[in-house]
Nanobody, 124 residues
Framework: EVQLVESGGGLVQAGGSLRLSCAAS????????IGWFRQAPGKEREGVSC????????YYADSVKGRFTISRDNAKNTVYLQMNSLKPEDTAVYYC?????????????????WGQGTQVTVSS
């Protein structure tokens, strides 16, 4: 059974940090690009960051560049999203997705599997 399980969300004050984890099982993790997406109430799901399976190339949305860092540990089948200098506008449910491709993309419809999401709330 394919599973993606996000954790690490919570309530934090503006300027604070959180580290999200996405633990994968049930598929060959090394063959999949992994992306982080977020969805705020009333808004579409948007790409935050993604990391390729082939060479570990990373991509970030302009809104999070310089504040968020994505990384993957293939030995642990886990991807992390380190979020620093958080802002109230980062508040959303954060999802990780897995895409059977070597080069990561931040288009949600390309992804094959999704986790259940973890809530991140940043207070001002």
């Amino acid at each position: 059974e394919v599973q993606l399980v996000e954790s690490g969300g919570g309530l934090v004050q503006a300027g604070g940090s959180l580290r999200l984890s996405c633990a994968a099982s049930g598929f060959t993790f090394d063959d999949y690009a992994i992306g982080w997406f977020r969805q705020a109430p009333g808004k579409e799901r948007e790409g935050v960051s993604c990391i390729s399976s082939s060479d570990g190339s990373t991509y970030y949305a302009d809104s999070v560049k310089g504040r968020f860092t994505i990384s993957r540990d293939n030995a642990k089948n886990t991807v992390y999203l380190q979020m620093n200098s958080l802002k109230p506008e980062d508040t959303a449910v954060y999802y990780c997705g897995a895409d059977f491709t070597t080069i990561a993309t931040m288009t949600p419809w390309a992804y094959d599997y999704w986790g259940q999401g973890t809530q991140v709330t940043v207070s001002s």
